[in-house]
Structure formats: C-alpha cells, structure tokens
C-alpha cells in the first residue's frame, strides 16, 4: 500500500526558508513522477514543482529561482527547499506520485493516483 506522509511545514518570516519532505512508502520503481502542489484558502489548487524518474523537473514562474524539488532515492522521500519565501507562498502544501511518466508533462495536470495529506506553509509578513 502506498502511502505519502508530508512534513516540515510551519510558520516562518518573509525572506525565510523551508524544507518541505514526502516519505513515500510502498512507492517503489525506477520510473516516477512526483509532484509538489499547493492550495491558499478560497484559491484552486496550482502545481509548484515537478521531478521525473529521469531528473527533469518543472517549477511554476511564482517559485523559480527560490525553490528546489528533490529526491533521496535511498530515503525514497520527495523534498522542496524553499528559500525567500513570502507570504503568498502561504498554502497547505501536497506531494503526489504517479508511475505514469506522462503526468510529468504539465505542472497544472493532478491526475495522480496517490496523494498526501498536506503540510500547512505560512509565511509572515
């Protein structure tokens, strides 16, 4: 059974930095796509970054530059190093994982199969 477990959220200043893990049990494979999302209040949810089993990544326009999508193979945990953070990076933030490499293709796809539960992100001003 596979199951995505986010942590490292929590409440920081503008100009601060985060890392944000997804412990990904019983997701397994050598081909993957994962992907960082996030959702404000009363906003849609919008892809952040994405990273595929061949190391290509996406980054939304709002975070290039300031955050980093990565993976621990030997951990198999996603991560997302945020730097300069600022208070429209407040949001719950989500990990997904797929096996389907195409879901990689665009960061506004979410038809993933698995999903965590969210780590809430709030950045002051």
């Known amino acids: 059974q596979v199951q995505l477990v986010e942590s490292g959220g929590g409440s920081v200043q503008t100009g601060g930095s985060l890392r944000l893990s997804c412990a990904a049990s019983?997701?397994?494979?050598?081909?993957?796509?994962m992907n960082w999302f996030r959702q404000a209040p009363e906003k849609e949810r919008e892809g952040v970054a994405t990273l595929d089993s061949s190391g290509n990544t996406r980054y939304a326009d709002s975070v290039k530059g300031r955050f980093t999508i990565s993976k621990d193979n030997t951990k198999n945990t996603l991560y997302l190093q945020m730097n300069s953070l600022k208070p429209e990076d407040t949001a719950m933030y989500y990990c997904?994982?797929?096996?389907?490499?195409?879901?990689?293709?665009?960061?506004?796809?979410?038809?993933?199969?698995?999903w965590g539960q969210g780590t809430q992100v709030t950045v002051s001003s």
């Open positions: 019983g997701f397994t494979g050598s081909r993957y796509c």
């Open positions: 997904a994982a797929d096996w389907r490499l195409w879901v990689c293709s665009s960061l506004t796809n979410m038809d993933y199969v698995y």
